[in-house]
């Protein structure tokens, strides 16, 4: 590395990150009380877990994850709320 070069961004970093946006996620989906605001940190903590697997270099399970929970079971989590009918008390 040269003298006054700028360091780039370590893997360790990036990871680190992505923990952290992993458990900030996971809260929000489980406290939240707005079914909508849950489903979407649902689907950023699939998005994040798939890019730490991806990182890792478990690329397939990366990918299936993107493309089975964040593109179906997600999808689906918000046609069944936006079909049902909500009471309000």
Known sequence: MEIGS???M???GL???LLISLIFFSIIA???ENLIRSVFALLGFVISLSILFILLYAL???LMLLLVYAGGAIALLMVV???TNRREE
């Open 6 to 8: 700028k360091p780039m």
């Open 10 to 12: 370590s893997i360790e």
């Open 15 to 17: 990871e680190i990150a």
């Open 30 to 32: 489980v406290e939240s």
């Open 60 to 62: 397939h399970v990366g």
């Open 81 to 83: 709320i936006m079909m």
